[in-house]
């Protein structure tokens, strides 16, 4: 069992610098968000989330979701714990205010919503999968769907979902069969099969709103024959008020390795030829609709790697503290806390400095989401569209990454304890490992970069930021305290600038080169722009500091943790530039059924 | 579900090149290993693997070992698969043939057991423990226990165990509190608590032999003051057959991540005050007896780390080979086999290149346990120890380190199927998470490594490692089909002779700064020696295909795998120099209670 306390003071110093919370504020759209209201926010969020939703994790992992003939029920507690994170108005906090929501950035959406899935990353899911649907309904939906829908949604009284996967049709949407014909009232019937949808079904809200990809049957092949519909649990009455029950159901739950509280459905659709359907958006213009609920939603999975490495730090050092063994290596003394042992230090130190940089990267590509969306200037709006665009699948795959590592790093703290399920460091582990896949594949995210975003209008926002990157280590080079991080910050964007200058003048017919090199290439972008986005907050941790403003210790431990990402991070990082370069031939050197023993 | 196929040529090109085995049957002990007989016995174990081990595997997952009022039932089929290995003459293959065994070299037994490990981890977890029981009974054990036991532990008849561990004492082995008192009859009573008692009670044999860390009351404190002593579950009669109940029980099973089949008990010697046991060796002397039971148990736990690591590859082959998913990047063709995906490649191939390096450092490492005991020459022997004892470490840390990671890439290649405990991916993944913990933690095996390992006989051993690597590397420097290996293998090696001579220069009012450089050190040293080993069969594979002899496939495959991880593993393993080498200041720049949040 572990406990949760949310680490105000870092999430504050990285809305702060990193997502740039100011400057948000004097966006007309998010003048609300002032100091106060954030720390309020923050803190309100803190306590829910250690109080009422940590406690449930473990409860969650040893129960499961549980399927009864269709019927879900979550585990004990759970509903309870949703019913007060929707009475306190949470669910609406980052939503349009003219459907009920508060209309506050998104970057501070995200701080919050990592509170809740360092808690519970199970119950974490079911607004993150409500908020894609809320952004695919407000941006594709008629007005007539928006007024019935959305308040609920909004409120959370109602939750949303994502059906987009089929057995042969995961990374490879186009190849979805799911079909949808047209009825004579302006609706759609659905009819097919649906797997691995998070909280398919489930207890805790009155109606379940599914938006579902389906083909036309006079729809073209491929991804471009795609459409969206909204598929209610029970279609509203004339009240809008959950009535007849339409014909989906969910057929079963998978059996995973983690997130057991999170309902992993197998939906039917239209069993009975039944399943009513209203379109979203145009017809054959479903993947528009999908981008919109993905793209938020990766930004939100890869804050689930932050969230996790959080909770299992906090787990770690905890344990680090406590566990006395062994004398200091060289010394006769006493036994100490293995937190003394050097060799532990570089675990927690890598697994803070880690997560910090994590947090900075995510908040900061929340922060370039708001400006893109509410920024009075127009080219703010696009270099910050840019660089939300940029950093998306970054967040996401990193994120995820060293979500998994270091979970692992905090079994590995425990020792044989962190075996035992009853420690609580195994779940952490097998919830972590979810992240790396959905929301699409850490691979698909290493491809969009390399593929889409390196060559997104001339490659203007990578250039900007890797200068941005440039800039700030030649202006603290020479410092004191901050010049170690200068040294290993330009080699490494140095690394990158050049990586992505090979990637993006490969010609298709190296598109293999390419795709070779897209997954390391994006480790290193992580790497870099976490450990650049952690450096500007020791940056500023100095400021404060001789400012003689803030807590010293915080700011002064913030600095050493950015040293130490950049003197201990940074370096193999910077060392993927061969591996990513090197081409692909060795990669086909033998045929594939030669892969085997 | 994974299916399981002895990875047979690779085994035999790892026995003769790394392991050197022809050279071993040269030493009149292993004048029997003939190629003949060693084609022989890895085919017939890779059979008994496959055929009769692996299906078992997911049943002992999803059973468990179970406990009943201190009866402990394996899953089923567990005894049937036993008796068959025990019937087979397996148990005994490498012992001396004094008590039964077959004398067989620990090289040859590393390849058998690799096929049990991959097969089915759980269950070989028995003869593992029973092997390290066999060794200390044979080099620490009066005649009369030797003569009574031995027979019955080397046939499989009983099974041996290591009871270590205590709630308080883990990595710190001194701190155990177990009691011993001296018995009028020359044996002793036993009274205590272990924990984490890999199958301290099982029902697969007649009897079960508990070698047991005690302190008698008048030992001196620490680890000066433990002996060692064999305490059985029966008693044997005057026919040495299993007699009255000794005082001991298994109080319960722990409910871990993952190898569930293996019952990790709590074990309560002489709750009764009537637990009798014989001393193994001298009294205070039972660190000797601890050592000579855990050093082959380190290589051994290391070869669970290429094991389970090649079950996973065999699994995402199969898995990317089968699954059709997209057009390659950058071609508007039909949907293709992952397999074709050079991401997909980049895994498989990192995969398989580990496994074959890791494959090759661990029977490196048990040629050198074989010429360390039975060659002829003193100075060879010594020699041999020197290597066998520097790589030890290295095998057990960075082959389970390797098998954590590779385990989680075979479930990134299933996409959302590798996070359904139904695909199997889970299983191993869970299961290889032990590896990196038991018999002495990677850290432990870090520490051992710079503190004990590189001081060792001046240094002798690993500068005469180092020298071999770069002789290699300058033999293979501007060959066509190598060179690039060399150029690798030179700067890695560079990189770890820099790091040795700064760890070892270190003096001890720098401990700190050692122990900080310690796991990365490690890590290098791994990957630099695997990539070494690897390439040395690439240099024979070259020379076989020169000659026109061997599976030419085979063969080209063995250089572009050995390519493939000098191109792509080794540079991010040999920027860990700076890591390692960057002293411990940053470590201790936060106090102990500022890690919290």
Known sequence: MSRYAAPLKDMRLALDVAAGIEDLTRIPQFSEATPDLVDAVLDEAGKLAAETMAPLNAVGDSQGAQWDNGVVRMPEGFKDAYDEYVNGGWNGLTFTTEHGGQGLPFALGLAVQETWASANMALSLCPLLNQGAVEALTHHGSEELKRLYLPKLISGEWAGTMNLTEPQAGSDVGALTTRAERAEDGTYRIK???????????????????????????????????????????????????????????????????????????????????????????????????????????????????AIAERA??????????????????????????????????????????????????YATGGAVDRAHAHPDADERAKAQGLADLLTPVVKAWCTDMGVELTSENIQIHGGMGFIEESGAPQHYRDARIAPIYEGTNGIQA???????????????????FADIRD?????????????????????????????????????????????????????????????????QAREAQRRLDAGTGDPVFLANKIATARFFAEQCLPPATALLGPITRGAELFYALEPDQFAA
Chains 1, 2 share one sequence.
């Open 192 to 306: 097919g099969q649906k797997i691995y949808i998070t909280f398919g079904e489930h207890d805790l809200t009155g109606n379940i709103v599914h938006l579902v990809l389906a083909r036309l049957s006079d729809a073209p092949e491929g991804t471009r024959g795609i459409s969206c519909f909204l598929v209610p649990k029970f279609l509203p009455d004339e009240n809008g008020q959950p009535g007849q029950r339409n014909d989906l159901r969910c057929a079963g739950l998978e059996h995973k390795l983690g997130i057991h509280a999170s309902p992993t459905c197998t939906m039917q659709f239209g069993d009975n030829d039944a399943c009513v359907g209203w379109l979203v958006g145009e017809e054959n213009k479903g993947l528009r609709a999908m981008f919109t609920m993905m793209n938020h939603a990766r930004i939100c999975v890869g804050l689930q790697g932050v």
């Open 472 to 536: 700030f280590a030649g202006a603290i080079a020479g410092d004191d305290t901050l010049g170690s991080i200068a040294e290993y910050l330009s080699d490494g964007v140095e690394a990158l600038q050049h990586a992505a200058v090979w990637l993006a003048g490969n010609d298709l017919d190296e598109a293999r080169a390419t795709a070779a090199g897209a997954s390391p290439f994006l480790t290193l972008f992580g790497t870099v722009a976490g450990g650049y986005y952690l450096a500007l």
């Open 447 to 465: 491809m969009d970069l390399v593929g889409r975003k390196l060559a997104m209008d001339d490659g203007r926002h990578w250039k900007a930021l």
């Open 313 to 362: 730090y906090q787990q770690a050092v905890a344990f680090a503290q406590e566990r006395v063994q062994s004398a200091e290596y060289g010394s006769r003394g006493p036994s100490v806390p293995i937190i003394q042992h050097a060799l532990i230090r570089r675990k927690l130190m890598t697994m803070k400095a880690t997560v910090e940089a994590m947090r900075a990267l995510t």
